[in-house]
């Protein structure tokens, strides 16, 4: 079974930028579509950005379109979500999910990491 682990969330001044990066375990890495989502206090959980195996970006919606950027490295079994010109309502904690061959939705995922971002 595939392991996630986030890394790369803290505290940045708003208009800041943060990386996050999120490790697979296994070596089927290639072979999973993987996506971004982040959940903020009351709030639900939601998708802020997918990328199918090929690499390409299959989601990104209007609220972070331009500023967030979803990526992957394979050799490193590695996704990443560059944040850039990060606004107080970003504020959340951004989990990392895979949707292993055959699921219908994202069904590993990892702890979590808090980004906090303050005006």
């Known amino acids: 079974q595939v392991e996630l682990v986030e890394s790369g969330g803290g505290l940045v001044q708003a208009g800041g930028s943060l990386r996050l990066s999120c490790a697979a375990s296994g070596r089927t890495f290639s072979s999973y579509a993987m996506g971004w989502f982040r959940q903020a206090p009351g709030k639900e959980r939601e998708l802020v950005a997918a990328?199918?195996?090929?690499?390409?970006?299959?989601y990104i919606p209007d609220s972070v379109k331009g500023r967030f950027t979803i990526s992957r490295d394979t050799a490193q079994n590695t996704v990443y979500l560059q944040m850039d010109s990060l606004k107080p309502e970003d504020t959340a904690v951004y989990f990392c999910?895979?949707?292993?061959?055959?699921?219908?939705?994202?069904?590993?995922w990892g702890q979590g990491t808090r980004v906090t971002v303050s005006s």
């Open positions: 990328i199918n195996r090929g690499g390409s970006t299959a």
């Open positions: 999910a895979a949707r292993t061959p055959g699921a219908v939705a994202y069904n590993v």
